[in-house]
């Protein structure tokens, strides 16, 4: 395998590794803090490095990229602000693991509305593993139990999370329709308007809950430092050497880092999300075959 390969697989290991941080230790703070409060204070602390990371990586030519504000504003609702409320209100109501198994589906409906949106190809075995990481999702939400569909139906925090693998969804698509914004640079603009956006909000409601404890504190400091900065520098890094398509498939991993925390710490799942988590991974990496093969090419 090539050095730079070796470099951009590194790369992508840690910037997953930081996002499933996001899940378990956004469970942890999201007791302490509301949702909004933890959105709000995540991406207050993440501006200042990721501007400063901007401004010496990529040296943007701001008054360009000001011009762009109307994509910079619908990706900043979507990817920033829309899908991190739905993530942290879905783990007030559900485990850091089911979300993750939740959000594994992902990268396949964002094929399916590639090829309705954009009509990007999806083909036989896209379709088949579209299905297939369907039928890995209803296992998940339905903890084995097809009744459920007809009965209950799913709990609040899984509604919620497929809100947000919605929402993702579409800030992926209004992605793949950005003008020519250096990535660290348009993160960092699209944190400056979430914050405008929510500190009216947050003022008007009494101001931003500040968390009660020491371990509160400390996984909010990880969220705002190692998910919201390092992730997606290490992320951008990996895509000099990868293509997206490739790349892409490695955000599987988050599910299988979740998976590995809760079975370490003792945490209570079932056989059901680990058998529903394998069903939807299998899926996403058939539908992008295409991605694994060249992922092969590079050793």
């Not at 956004?26 to 400063?52: F, H, K, N």
């Not at 954009?118 to 209803?138: H, K, Q």
């Not at 939400?141 to 993702?168: K, N, P, Q, S, Y």
Request: hydrophobic residues 60%.
């Amino acid at each position: 395998m090539q050095r730079h390969s070796i470099i951009a697989i590194g790369s992508l290991l840690g910037a997953t590794l930081f996002w499933a941080g996001n899940y378990v230790l956004g469970a942890i703070a999201v007791a302490q803090v509301d949702p909004l409060s933890l959105v709000l204070l995540r991406w207050l602390i993440a501006l200042v490095p990721l501007a400063l990371i901007a401004q010496i990586v990529e040296r943007p030519d701001w008054r360009m990229v000001l011009r762009t504000w109307p994509w910079l504003i619908a990706s900043s609702m979507l990817g920033l602000l829309g899908y991190n409320m739905l993530l942290y209100a879905a783990l007030e109501h559900t485990t850091p693991f089911n979300a993750s198994l939740i959000n594994a589906f992902n990268p396949a409906l964002i094929a399916v509305a590639a090829a309705l949106l954009l009509r990007e190809r999806l083909g036989r075995r896209g379709i088949s593993g579209v299905l297939l990481a369907l039928i890995g999702v209803l296992i998940v939400l339905t903890d084995g139990d097809a009744a459920r569909l007809l009965g209950a139906g799913f709990g609040t925090g899984e509604l919620l999370m497929i809100g947000a693998i919605v929402v993702w969804s579409a800030y992926t698509i209004v992605g793949r329709m950005a003008p020519k914004v250096p990535p660290i640079t348009a993160t960092a603009v699209q944190a400056a308007i979430t914050i405008a956006v929510l500190a009216p909000i947050s003022i008007a409601s009494g101001g931003p809950t500040l968390p009660d404890s020491r371990v509160g504190l400390w996984s909010l400091l990880f969220i705002a430092v190692f998910p919201s900065v390092l992730s997606y520098v290490l992320w951008n890094r990996a895509l000099v050497t990868l293509p997206a398509s490739a790349a892409g498939v490695f955000m599987n991993l988050i599910t299988v880092y979740i998976a590995v925390f809760t079975i370490v710490s003792g945490q209570q799942y079932s056989v059901a999300q680990l058998f529903g988590g394998a069903i939807v991974i299998s899926g996403v990496v058939l539908t992008n075959a295409g991605a694994v093969k060249f992922l092969r090419r590079t050793k």
